[in-house]
């Protein structure tokens, strides 16, 4: 394999890439972003780069699944009308709530999101690999963003078989919390002395309750490696067989109670059963823009302004949760005064003990139920975020910026996509412009050609009430997890395609969050 740019230069000119493409692949491989910050880790897109890749089979990290719609071009007066108008008249008002997917999926979709756009790649290898069709990791439903490089690669995450053991044991590490008052818990992620998580996704460190969500994985996965040990025959590597049920039974997790939930009905199985029509690839996945820039930031209607964390914190607003992290807070390690600095000031040095979720107020677990203990639901899939969402600590809109990178990527009207997939009841431009929100975008003239996440969300809102997503938006999400699955030659669907859960569950041959939960057997910490 060529081990420099130069050599690359002479090994594809003009054989495979023409000069102006190298020129754009050469400046591309050029710009690292390793900020953080919501959604961004590695490399991103850019427009030139997707244009220019559009024709190839495996474009690479991303691509375009409708590579021949033309962009649609808007001017950020009218995306900044549009995104202002799509407010959540009230938080607390409960006609906004989806019954159908509890509080915790929504931060479930962000570790998913996390665990397949991780791009760990130095700079050398994408140096010496533009195109990263082979050499840079893919989008995977694979937990590395849990497992990093594995027990050698990275043994930071590992715990050790015991005191006196040199090596790393087959448990994934558990940090400890700051004792607020509730006493001595391991419920935090592992940190660094000045409070960064020592996981394999910083993004992961956001807020709360992705971090716990993370946490909760962890636990999973030690879990799994007990009830292997504890087995009439144990297996040889207990690592190696947890690391692959755990996998396994997060992929079953993704398609059956994530996707599905989203989805309309049927949709999952059929794709399953007759294959995909619009997200191809040749061997290797990559990232669609019209999935990570549109359909996938579904998740951002669904955040509540506020969250019931445990009996002790009771309701916390969404901008509190961030203070309880390393990445975005003041999770600060051995940095943190002493006595610790409560909100608005947060500083601690690992999560407090009175921040650990109970678990029962995200997710129904089907327990009995108990007073003053309620499931929470997420907000309904519709064109109205939370005022939260609209004052982004930087001074920022989320949606203005959501709808302003479709634009800077070349993403294609919703219509358009309808049309090429055929969809057989598309929006009319009178159902875009019904409601408050519909009429801004009638007045902007996006009713007839409509920004794609926007349609999403609206043909959500329009064609199930906001409880699940339409034709357009199921089709992309679906269509693009089964095919990260299929793409990973080490998922379940390609090593034992009738495969169904193994792991004890409510129902058997099924796997939901609520059985992995209680798998886990940490329900409530704080009792």
Known sequence: MPQTLEDVKKATEPKHIPKSLMQILTAASNTVKVSHGHGKAGRQPNRALLDTLSGNRDPGMFGRMFPKLAPL???????????????????????????????????????????ITLDLTSLAEKQKDPLGIENFRTPALDLDCVYGLGPDGS?????????SDRKHGPKLLIGRNFDSGEGAFRNDLPRSPEGFALIGDH????NLLVAQTHLLFLKFHNAVCDWLAGSANPPPDVF?????????????IVLHDWVERLTEPGIVAKILHDGRKFYRFRKTPFMPIEFSAAAYRLGHSMVRQFYNVNRVAGPTD?????????LSGGIVGDLAPTPPLDPPATAYASVPSKMILDWRRFYDLDLPPQAGVATAASRRLDPFLAKELHMLPDGTSLPFRNLKRGVNLGLPSGQDIAAAMKVKNPLTQDEIASGSDGAVAKAQGLHKATPLWYYILKEAHVRHAGLRLGPVGSTIIAEVFVGLVHGDQQSYLWQRKNWKPELPSRTAGEFTMADLIRFVDDVNPLG
């Open 155 to 163: 043994p930071h995450l590992y715990a050790r078989r015991s005191s």
């Open 73 to 115: 071009d808007i001017p950020d007066a009218k995306l900044q009308a549009l995104a202002d108008a799509m407010l959540e008249a009230g938080a607390a008002d409960a006609s906004g709530d989806n019954p159908n997917i509890p509080a915790g999926f929504t931060f479930l979709g962000q570790f998913i999101d996390h665990d």
């Open 318 to 326: 969404f901008k509190t949760l961030f203070e309880y992290s390393g």
């Open 203 to 206: 993004r992961n460190d956001e």
């Open 240 to 252: 190696s067989e947890a690391r692959r049920l755990t996998s396994w039974h997060f992929q079953w």
